[in-house]
């Protein structure tokens, strides 16, 4: 065979399926990725609500009595249970996450999973005593 | 059980088809079968049209990755019997074009597993007098689950961060990069850092981790992800502390 074979590029059309914009509604891992990623919300809420709290304290005895008063409303109360919920959420999916972001070795053999995640529960724990212990008077 | 399980499956004809539809099929419900025998055997004696990939039928080659009820799946380990009494909806590896059927392009794919070096770089070879490069067990357990990888793709079927960021290089390529940057033989990892470290290297990953889930060999491309981010900010670190350091 002398003759060079002419070669057609065959390009067939493609069916290129478009992502829905709800994708992750329905399978509970990406649901529970999205909560998890939207609860980063709830935690600054926690923290603007700390900062004021802090404001207040500082301005005086006066400030920090109206600020009491206004955490009082049900409103307040209401998006305060909501953002714990969803802290808590963020927390422990997080810190189950830390032994694939971070395998730990000793002498060779991968720590199993628990045992990575178990010193943010620890410290977390400790923190929060010390935290309700310094609250609730000592 | 039941004699026959439907399978309901993606039909799509280029030439034909503006878009894909589904075709029932009725296949022997076997204690014994996998999804990818009951596509064979509609292929041989039902519709002879039906086209997919496979080739191994034992997990290795990595060619019959699809969508099994909603899930990436590889059909020669997915067995009917787990979806009894059906009807199992097998479609094509989402996030993917579909040439037909159930065959989905992947030259995207394999341009950016080359982009990464997935091979052992030197910067200079050791004539072959001098021997093998030797390696300690402990030095092959730090890239070994890596390894494992097959290029079937589940992976990227399974990662909305693939399906809504075309650029993004995925799991398995940042997993096969991984592998050659703890592969204790390879000096190649400086030149993988500035196409890894980008935004549509490592941090385009959002850490869903459902990769690693689906990936029938265990990798753990998440994992790999994650811990190349620790190591890249590290690295930034140390060349904004120490910019004379050599990469």
Known sequence: ?138 | MADTIALEVTRYCPERDAEPSFQTFEAPLRKDWVVLDALNYIKDKVDGSLSFRWSCRMGICGSCGMMVNGEPKLTCATFLSNYAPGPIRVQPLQYFPVVRDLVIEMTDFLNKLKAVKPWIVRREEKPLSAGEYLQTPEQMDAYKQYSMCINCMLCYAACPVYGLEKHFKGPAVLALAQRYNKDSRDQGAGERTDLLSQEDGIWDCTFVGECTKVCPKNVDPAGAIQQYKLTATIEWFQSLLMPWGAK
């Open chain 1, 1 to 138: 065979m002398n003759e060079t074979p002419a070669y057609t590029e065959f390009h067939p059309r493609w069916y290129r399926p478009r992502v829905s914009t709800y994708w992750w509604l329905w399978r509970w891992p990406y649901l529970k990725f999205i909560i998890r990623e939207l609860s980063s919300l709830s935690v600054v809420s926690f923290v603007v609500m700390a900062l004021l709290q802090l404001s207040a304290l500082r301005r005086g005895p006066q400030a920090y009595a109206e600020f009491q008063e206004l955490v009082k409303h049900p409103f307040l109360i209401a998006l305060a249970a909501v953002s714990l919920f969803f802290v808590v959420f963020h927390a422990i999916t997080w810190f189950n996450l830390t032994p694939s972001a971070m395998p730990v070795r000793v002498k060779g053999k991968r720590l199993p999973d628990f045992l990575v995640a178990a010193p943010n529960y620890v410290v977390w724990l400790v923190l929060s005593g010390a935290v309700a212990w310094v609250v609730l008077g000592g």
